[in-house]
C-alpha cells in the first residue's frame, strides 16, 4: 500500500510516539496539517506566532526528556521559528523541526513564501535536511530524531517541499539507524578516568562546576552521590541549576557572571576542579586570562569533544556519556582510598568565610516591593516543587538565586542565546508535558510582550500557568549595565508606553492581579495559586532602582565582582 508523503510524516511521528506537535499551518504544510486532523494518536497545539511554536516545543523537551517538535510553514513560517531553533540550539536541547517549503521545481525561482530554510538554519541547528524524494523521508525523520537524542543533543530541522507531501510510495520505517559519519563517543577513556581518581584523592581545595549537560542526560543522581561520598563543594551554572539539589550544605550556589561570591571564589582558588557537562563560556568563568592566573588541575567530562579546551586547557579531558563517566568514576573511587573529610577541613573553613559577605542580601524593609522578596515567597508557597520557566534579564537572574532547585528539569530559561519571549511559550509546553503540575513563568514587563499573543493559546488550551510579573517599568539589565558602563544614561530602556497588564489578561479570558504593596505579596502569590484550572497574571510593581548583585562586569574575571555593599 502506497502513502503520500504527508501520511508517512504522520506515520513517521506516531512511531516516534511524539504526542505533541506545536506549530502553525501556511500553504506549504497544507497536506500535513489534513492528515494531522485524520488521525488522533499525535495531538496538534495551535500557538500564535511560529517563535512561540518552537519555544512551546524548547519547554515540552526540557521539562519532560522527550523530543520537542514543531511544524511551521515556508517563508516567514520558517524564518519566525529561527530565534526558537537558534534558542535551542545554543542549550543543546533536542528537537525535531518540520518546515513546509515551495514545490521542488519551484525552489530558487524566488516562488511565493520560498526562502532557503537549510541556508538559514544551518548556523544554529546541529544538521538540517530538504527532503526532495519521498523516497527518502521515513529515514530522513528517523535520521533526525536519532540525531537530535543522541551525542551533543541539539535541534534538527526537516524542509519538506510541498509536492513531497503530495507523491507517494510504499511506506517502511526503520527500527534502527545506523550513520556511518556520526559515531559519538559514550564510554570514556579507562586512564583517563583512573588518572581523575587519583587526581580527586590528592586534592586540598577542591571543587565541582556542573552544568547543563549533567540535566540533559540525567546524570543528576551520579552527580550528587560523587559530591556526598567526597564530601566536596558543588556549584551550578545557570543551565545547570537542579543538577545537584541546592539545599544541600555542599551546594555554595551558583557561579558566574551573577554567582554567589562564595562560588566564585571557590571557582578561583580551587587547586582541583572537575567541570562535568559544562563547557567554561563567557557568562561563567568571565575573562579566561583572568581565571588562568590561579595554578590549578582540570579534569574535564563533557559529550562533545569540541568543548573540550576550547576556552580553557583542561589537564585530563574525558569524552563521553556523562552518567557512564561518572558511574565508572564512581566505582574506581569506591574500590580505592576515599578522602577524609578533615583533609578540607581548611578548605571549608575558607568558604564558610566567603559566605559571611551574605553576597544576596537586599533591603526586606522596604516600603516598595523587592523582586527578590517576591521570589522568596514563589519558593515558599510552591514548596520549592513547581516548574520555573523565566524570560531574561534582571528577573531571569532572581529567579536562579532565590529559588532553590532540587531536582533537575525544573528551571527552564534560554541561556546560551538570552532570547526575550522565550517565559510563557516555553511554560505551555512544560504544562503540556506535566498535566496537573504547577508551572509558573517569571517574566518581565518587557520581555512577556515578546509572545503575549500566546495567552490566546493558554486560553484555547486551559493551561492554567501563573504568570509572575516583576514590573519595573524598565528593561531591568539594559538599565542596570546603563547605571554600571554608560554613564547612567537610559537610552531606550525605559518602558514608556505600558498596558494595563490585568485587564490586557482579562481580556484574554485570564485572571488578572496588581500587586504594589509588599505585605499583599504572599496573599496574592496563595490565591494565584489555589485557583489549579485558571492561568493567573500577576503584576508586582517593583522596585525600579533594584540590580542583580554580585556582578562581573564584561570582560573581568570571577573575582572581580561588584557586591551591593561597595555602591
Known amino acids: 500500500m502506497e502513502l503520500s508523503g504527508a501520511e508517512i510524516l504522520i506515520k513517521c511521528l506516531q512511531a516516534e510516539k511524539v504526542e505533541y506537535v506545536f506549530g502553525y499551518p501556511g500553504g506549504a504544510v497544507l497536506f500535513i496539517y489534513d492528515e494531522l486532523f485524520k488521525q488522533d494518536k499525535v495531538k496538534h497545539v495551535l500557538v500564535r506566532h511560529e517563535q512561540g511554536a518552537t519555544h512551546a516545543a524548547d519547554g515540552y523537551s526540557r521539562s519532560s526528556r522527550k523530543v520537542g517538535v514543531a511544524l511551521v510553514t515556508s517563508g516567514p513560517g520558517v524564518t519566525n521559528a529561527v530565534t526558537g531553533i537558534a534558542t535551542a ?6 528537537m525535531v523541526i518540520i518546515t513546509g517549503q515551495v514545490p521542488t521545481h519551484a525552489i530558487g525561482l524566488d516562488a511565493f513564501q520560498e526562502c532557503d530554510a537549510v541556508g538559514i538554519t544551518r548556523p544554529c541547528v ?4 530538504l527532503v526532495k524524494d519521498v523516497k527518502d523521508l521515513a529515514l530522513t525523520i528517523k535520521k533526525a530524531f536519532y540525531l537530535a537524542t543522541t551525542g551533543r543533543p541539539g535541534p534538527v530541522l526537516v524542509d519538506i517541499p510541498k509536492d513531497v507531501t503530495v507523491a507517494k510510495c510504499k511506506f517502511a520505517y526503520p527500527d534502527t539507524i545506523s550513520m556511518r559519519s556520526y559515531n559519538p563517543v559514550v564510554k570514556g577513556h579507562p586512564g583517563q578516568i583512573k588518572k581523575a581518581a587519583q587526581l580527586l584523592l590528592e586534592a586540598k581545595r577542591p571543587m565541582i562546576y556542573s552544568g547543563g549537560g549533567v540535566i540533559l542526560s540525567d546524570a543528576a543522581p551520579q552527580l550528587t552521590k560523587l559530591v556526598k561520598m567526597l564530601g566536596f ?3 551550578n551554572t545557570l543551565m545547570g541549576l537542579g543538577g545537584f539539589p541546592a539545599t544541600d550544605k555542599h551546594f555554595v550556589g551558583m557561579l558566574g557572571m551573577h554567582g554567589t561570591y562564595e562560588a566564585n571564589m571557590a ?3 580551587c587547586d582541583v576542579l572537575v567541570a562535568i557537562g559544562a563547557r567554561f563560556d563567557d557568562r561563567v568563568i568571565g575573562d579566561p586570562a583572568h581565571f588562568g592566573q590561579v595554578p590549578r588541575k582540570i579534569i574535564h567530562i563533557d559529550i562533545d569533544p569540541s568543548s573540550i579546551s576550547k576556552r580553557v586547557k583542561v589537564d585530563i ?3 563521553g ?11 574506581l573511587l569506591e574500590a580505592g582510598k576515599r578522602p577524609e573529610p578533615k583533609a578540607i577541613g581548611a578548605w571549608w573553613a575558607q568558604i564558610a568565610q566567603w559566605k559571611t559577605k551574605d553576597c544576596l542580601r537586599y533591603d526586606r524593609k522596604s516600603k516598595i516591593i ?6 522568596e515567597k514563589l519558593y515558599e508557597i510552591t514548596k520549592g516543587d513547581a516548574f520555573i520557566t523565566s524570560d531574561v534579564g534582571q528577573h531571569q537572574m532572581w529567579a536562579a538565586q532565590f529559588y532553590k532547585f532540587d531536582k533537575p528539569r525544573r528551571w527552564i530559561n534560554s541561556g546560551g542565546l538570552g532570547t526575550m519571549g522565550f517565559g510563557l511559550p516555553a511554560a505551555m509546553g512544560a504544562q503540556m508535558a506535566n498535566p496537573g503540575a504547577t508551572v509558573a513563568c517569571v517574566t518581565g514587563e518587557a520581555s ?7 495567552l490566546s493559546t493558554c486560553k484555547q488550551y486551559r493551561l492554567p500557568i501563573k504568570v509572575v510579573n516583576l514590573n519595573n517599568r524598565y528593561m531591568g539589565m539594559v538599565r542596570q549595565w546603563q547605571q554600571f558602563f554608560h554613564g547612567n544614561r537610559y537610552s531606550e530602556s525605559y518602558m514608556d508606553a505600558l498596558p494595563d497588564f490585568v485587564k490586557l489578561a482579562e481580556s484574554y479570558g485570564h485572571v488578572g492581579v496588581r500587586i504594589d504593596k509588599p505585605a499583599d505579596v504572599e496573599s496574592a502569590l496563595k490565591e494565584a495559586f489555589k485557583r489549579t484550572d485558571e492561568l493567573v497574571f500577576m503584576d508586582f510593581i517593583t522596585d525600579q532602582t533594584e540590580n542583580v548583585y554580585p556582578m562581573v562586569g564584561g570582560g573581568k574575571g570571577l573575582t572581580e565582582m561588584i557586591l551591593a555593599e561597595e555602591l
Open 89 to 94: 540550539y545554543m542549550d543543546s536541547i533536542p
Open 126 to 129: 546541529k544538521h538540517n535536511f
Open 233 to 235: 563543594p558543588c556549584t
Open 267 to 269: 571557582m578561583q582558588h
Open 317 to 319: 579531558p574525558i569524552v
Open 321 to 331: 556519556h556523562v552518567p557512564d563517566v561518572l558511574d565508572d568514576l564512581i566505582k
Open 370 to 375: 523587592k523582586p527578590q522578596f517576591v521570589l
Open 448 to 454: 512577556f510582550q515578546m509572545c503575549i499573543q500566546e
